[in-house]
Structures are given as C-alpha cells and as structure tokens.
Nanobody, 121 residues
C-alpha cells in the first residue's frame, strides 16, 4: 500500500504561485508513475499532469501547459507540482495519485486526500 499526503495548498492571488508537495509512505514510489489531478466544485475530477517513474516523460493538460511543472525526488519519496501564473479557474482541490503504469485518466491505484487551492482575483 502507498499512502499519499498532499501539502502546500492555500489562498493565492491571480498571477501568483504555489508549490504543492506529495509525500509518500508505506512503499517507495520510485517505480510508480505519479500524477496530479484536480476537482473544482460541481465538476468531475480531471487530469492535470503526470510523470514517469524516472522523470523521463511528463504530460500536461492543455489548460496548465507552460504554467505548471511536475517533478519528483525519489530519494525523498516526494512529488511536487509547481504552479505559476495561477488563474481563478485553477481553483480546486488538488490530488496526488500513484499508479504502476503511466496514464492520463483517473484510473490510478492510490490517492491522497487532496489539498485546497483557491485563486482570488
């Protein structure tokens, strides 16, 4: 089992930045694809970005491309999401997830509890 805990969310003004962290425990995530997803009120959970186990490949949703960056530190069992130039429409609960295989849908095996990101105008 992999336990995931997100942190770093909060309230930020539009145009600002936040860095989310996802700390894993229970098992090393070095062999897992890691993803970030988000869910806004009244909307379905959506893919934001994912990174392969060794960091060689990443994918981003079009809505965040060029503004968000995913990275990982397998030695620290942690994944990060750097979010720049935040917009109001980025407001959502952000979830970290782990999966054995690389995918960009929500069928990940392990999920964190989420962290709230609120972007004000």
């Amino acid at each position: 089992q992999v336990q995931l805990v997100e942190s770093g969310g909060g309230l930020v003004q539009a145009g600002g930045s936040l860095r989310l962290s996802c700390a894993a425990s229970g098992r090393t995530i070095s062999s897992y694809t890691m993803g970030w997803f988000r869910q806004a009120p009244g909307k379905e959970r959506e893919f934001v970005t994912a990174i392969t186990w060794n960091g060689d490949n990443t994918r981003y949703a079009e809505s965040v491309k060029g503004r968000f960056t995913i990275s990982r530190d397998n030695a620290k069992n942690t994944v990060y999401l750097q979010m720049n130039s935040l917009k109001r429409e980025d407001t959502a609960v952000y979830y970290c997830a782990a999966n054995q295989y690389f995918r960009i849908d929500t069928n990940y095996a392990y999920w964190g509890q989420g962290t709230q990101v609120t972007v004000s105008s």
